[in-house]
C-alpha cells in the first residue's frame, strides 16, 4: 500500500503556520474514503458499520456551522472522474476548494472544542486525503 496522508506533518503544518496570516486562503482538498469507516473503539459511531463517506458527511454535518461561523465556504466542489496528467494509479472520490478570509479563521476552526470533537468522523472516513493551501488568483478566460 502507498502512503497516505490525513493529518499534517509537523514540517508541513509549521510551513503553514509561517506563512502570512492576513490574506485569503483557498484550501484544496483531496479525498479518498476507506471502504468502511474507521472509529475508534467506544466511540458513539463505531458500531454503525458507516462508509467513509458516511462518515465524512457526519463531518461535514458536525464541523460545518464551525466552519461558517469562522467565515468559511466551498467556492469549488467535484466529484473526481480520471487522471488525465499523473500517476495512473491516482484515484480520488471527491474534491473541494474551502475558502477563508484568512489563516487565523482556519486556525480558529481548527482549535474549535466543538471542531475537535467533529474531526474523528474525517479521520475515520479517509483512507488518504490531500490539503493543499493557496493564494487566491483572478479567474476568467486566461491560463496566465
Do not use: C
Request: charged fraction near 25%; hydrophobic fraction near 35%.
Amino acid at each position: 500500500m502507498t502512503e497516505s496522508y490525513i493529518d499534517p506533518s509537523r514540517a508541513n503544518f509549521e510551513a503553514f503556520k509561517n506563512l502570512p496570516r492576513d490574506e485569503p486562503i483557498h484550501m484544496l482538498n483531496l479525498l479518498l474514503y476507506r471502504e468502511e469507516a474507521e472509529y475508534p473503539a467506544g466511540h458513539e459511531h463505531a458500531a454503525k458499520g458507516w462508509s467513509g463517506r458516511r462518515a465524512y458527511e457526519e463531518y461535514g454535518k458536525t464541523s460545518g456551522p464551525i466552519f461558517r461561523r469562522v467565515g468559511g465556504s466551498i467556492v469549488w466542489r467535484g466529484a473526481f472522474q480520471t487522471v488525465v496528467t499523473g500517476p495512473d494509479a491516482m484515484r480520488w472520490h471527491d474534491g473541494f476548494v474551502a475558502q477563508y478570509p484568512d489563516s487565523g479563521a482556519f486556525f480558529e476552526m481548527i482549535k474549535d472544542p466543538d471542531y475537535q470533537l467533529a474531526v474523528v468522523n474525517r479521520t475515520a472516513a479517509l483512507a488518504d486525503s490531500r490539503l493543499v493551501r493557496f493564494s487566491p488568483g483572478a479567474t476568467g478566460s486566461e491560463f496566465g
